[in-house]
T-cell receptor
Framework: QKEVEQNSGPLSVPEGAIASLNCTYS??????FFWYRQYSGKSPELIMF????GDKEDGRFTAQLNKASQYVSLLIRDSQPSDSATYLC????????????FGQGTILTVHP | NAGVTQTPKFRILKIGQSMTLQCAQD?????MYWYRQDPGMGLKLIYY???????DKGEVPNGYNVSRSTTEDFPLRLELAAPSQTSVYFC??????????FGSGTRLTVV
């Protein structure tokens, strides 16, 4: 059974710092990886996806993928209090009809 | 453009009752999914559909049923509700696997 594990939280960082969120996955056949942000009481919203080894940057967010180590991470630069949320890592394989396997989430708090 | 619409937003059921959670999308997406999220946990897949008339079980299908008669609608049926089905239910859709569009969720309590 596929497993996605996220670093235990909660994670607390000061405003302006870099927040680092980590995720490991068990299935070597996994091809695409997603980071979702979920505010309390709301539905998840997609931040980034990545499917190639290396880094992918979008504004203050950088996703990093290392398929050899089965590791994916999300860096948030210049963290803001509005970034305080639960971050969910998810993966999907090539023939899985888009089905996502989610990690348990990491709660991030950015304090002023 | 409404995206994915779920109804109801909240519901309290008594043990043994049944109900249908509604999900509709207006983006012409082929793929639709139902997930549940228990407190402090990630999302677990209940059922999914790759097109009208085609459905399949996910990781936690017991106690649920689905149908997909149209591209737009993907209702989730709970039969004989149990306290273990207390959760938040999310419907989602996608067209090319580049991330989901989620509905706003249904918070269900079984007492």
């Amino acid at each position: 059974q596929k497993e996605v594990e996220q670093n235990s939280g909660p994670l607390s960082v000061p405003e302006g710092a870099i927040a680092s969120l980590n995720c490991t996955y068990s299935d070597r056949g996994s091809q695409s990886f997603f980071w979702y942000r979920q505010y309390s009481g709301k539905s998840p919203e997609l931040i980034m996806f990545i499917y190639s080894n290396g880094d992918k940057e979008d504004g203050r967010f950088t996703a990093q993928l290392n398929k050899a180590s089965q590791y994916v991470s999300l860096l948030i630069r210049d963290s803001q209090p509005s970034d305080s949320a639960t971050y969910l890592c998810a993966e999907t394989g090539g023939t899985s009809y888009g089905k996502l396997t989610f990690g348990q989430g990491t709660i991030l708090t950015v304090h002023p | 453009n409404a995206g994915v619409t779920q109804t109801p937003k909240f519901r309290i059921l008594k043990i043994g009752q049944s109900m249908t959670l509604q999900c509709a999308q207006d983006m012409n997406h082929n793929y639709m999914y139902w997930y549940r999220q228990d407190p402090g946990m990630g999302l677990k897949l209940i059922y999914y559909s790759v097109g009208a008339g085609i459905t399949d079980k996910g990781e936690v299908p017991n106690g649920y049923n689905v149908s997909r008669s149209t591209t737009e609608d993907f209702p989730l049926r709970l039969e004989l509700a149990a306290p273990s089905q207390t959760s938040v239910y999310f419907c989602a859709s996608t067209s090319q696997g580049y991330g989901y569009t989620f509905g706003s969720g249904t918070r269900l309590t079984v007492v």
